[in-house]
């Protein structure tokens, strides 16, 4: 069974930085795009940043310029890292990723269990 696992979030002052971490475990064959999600309470889930199988990357505008996604293939790890944060980034993050499991053909899109990210003085 494949899973996903975050890490990383907490408590940060506005202007500080978080790098979240996700790990995606088990029996593995493939992984396709990597990428980051955030919600909060109330509001529809909103893509923060993606990354493709071939390393290309995509950002919401309210982060560029501030967030960097990357992936380690190796690790089958996608990071992000939150710099210039602010009140207005509070949120859950979710991890998302296209996985196919060896011996499957099929890839599934699976989430991990969400972190909480939190800026406030």
């Known amino acids: 069974q494949v899973q996903l696992v975050e890490s990383g979030g907490g408590l940060v002052q506005p202007g500080g930085s978080l790098n979240l971490s996700c790990v995606a475990s088990?029996?593995?064959?493939?992984?396709?795009?990597m990428g980051w999600y955030r919600q909060v309470p109330g509001e529809q889930r909103e893509l923060v940043a993606m990354?493709?199988?071939?390393?290309?990357?995509s950002y919401a505008g309210s982060v560029k310029g501030r967030f960097t996604i990357s992936r380690d293939n190796a690790k089958n790890t996608v990071y992000l890292q939150m710099n210039s944060l602010k009140p207005e980034d509070t949120a859950v993050y979710y991890c998302?990723?296209?996985?196919?499991?060896?011996?499957?053909?099929?890839?599934?899109?699976?989430w991990g269990q969400g972190t909480q990210v939190t800026v406030s003085s």
């Open positions: 088990g029996s593995i064959g493939s992984i396709y795009a």
């Open positions: 998302n990723a296209g996985v196919r499991a060896m011996l499957s053909i099929r890839a599934l899109n699976l």
């Open positions: 990354t493709t199988g071939s390393g290309s990357t």
